[in-house]
């Protein structure tokens, strides 16, 4: 799993009394950067940047600390739809705010002259490159240059649990996001090119093991519904309602029943997402009846009746 932001590992954390999430990534590009790291090895995978923008506003919405930061932040309800997501400053160039040290859903905008002082950075520095949708490659790249091993099998911790299908406007996302994120897809295209440049560069044999990566999105579902967070399966779906507000206000309501179901699903769920799904569905049924025909569960893919579940619930309508 991966470790704390710390000097190793560039990520974003929360300040001590939890106002605001910082990146650690801007002393590596400030402009002492270049001379602090100069005798430092640095690994950079990149997503694709509309995916991971996508990605990031599914993942943040269903968790109140990012709703509330949103709030905080931009004095406004956290975006109801993708297309909201992206035509926002606090979603512009996530990725070289990110890079820039800059706080989660900073507004302000990033002036031309900080691509160019990435990208010239990026040149200096000793970095290996990847990109996620070919990660077997990435690591494989990464074992090489930096001299480690990953092993053959790879646990696969982290997976989109439950995404909603685009919708019909994708075409107008697309060009939103290309409109408003010119640096990240300015970086992202370097980075790409990179990668491959420097996958050319391997050993005959180095790209002959393939990687092979276990884990799916149950086993992400029993980290998402953990203390001490404790979310409940319900909010997977929150972004298949047609509305948030009273969603969460009746997920707060119940928090406490909420809390205890996952915990019942849990002591017999063997750390395995689907039996603790099928456990969670029964017990939610039984607390909180649904109107209509059964909810038939899949044992194989639980999700698809647990969002189902929350359909009926919340948006008998919809049904």
């Known amino acids: 799993m991966p470790p704390k932001a710390c000097d190793t590992y560039r990520h974003v954390y929360w300040n001590q009394d939890r106002s605001l999430t910082h990146s650690n990534c801007g002393d590596i590009f400030s402009p002492e950067g270049e001379s602090l790291y100069a005798d430092r090895q640095f690994l950079l995978t990149l997503r694709r940047p509309l995916e991971r923008l996508e990605s990031e506003f599914y993942f943040l919405g269903n968790r109140a600390e990012y709703r509330d930061l949103w709030a905080r932040t931009l004095g406004s309800a956290f975006p109801d739809t993708l297309l909201e997501y992206v035509e926002s400053d606090g979603a ?15 507004p302000a905008p990033v002036e031309p002259v900080f691509t160019t002082m990435i990208l010239n950075r990026l040149c200096s520095l000793d970095v290996v ?35 909603p299908a685009r919708d019909s406007n994708w075409s107008d996302i697309e060009r939103v996001f290309a409109d408003r994120n010119r640096s990240d897809l300015e970086i992202y295209d370097f980075v790409s090119k990179s990668f491959q440049g420097q996958i050319g560069e391997l050993p005959e044999g180095q790209m002959s093991s393939e ?37 969460y206000a009746w997920i707060k ?35 909180f009846p649904h ?28 049904q």
């Open 92 to 106: 512009a160039e996530s990725v070289t705010k990110f890079l820039l040290g800059r706080d989660l859903f900073d």
């Open 211 to 247: 990687k092979t990566f276990q884990g799916d999105r149950y086993d992400s579902l029993l980290g998402f519904v953990a203390p001490p967070a404790s979310r409940s399966p319900f909010e997977l779906f929150v972004k298949d309602l047609p509305e948030s507000t009273s969603f």
């Open 253 to 287: 309501q119940h928090r406490s029943a909420l809390v205890h179901l996952n915990v019942m699903a849990r002591k017999h769920d063997a750390h395995d997402g689907r039996r603790f799904l099928v456990d969670w569905i029964c017990r939610a049924m039984k607390k």
């Open 291 to 318: 109107s209509g025909d059964p909810i038939p569960v899949d044992a194989n893919d639980p999700l698809i009746a647990a969002q189902a579940y929350t359909l009926r619930l919340f948006a008998p309508e919809e």
């Open 129 to 163: 490159f990847g990109l996620t949708h070919e990660m077997s490659s990435t690591i494989l790249n990464a074992e090489y240059r930096l001299g480690i091993s990953c092993g053959t099998d790879v646990k696969h911790y982290r997976a989109s649990i439950h995404k």
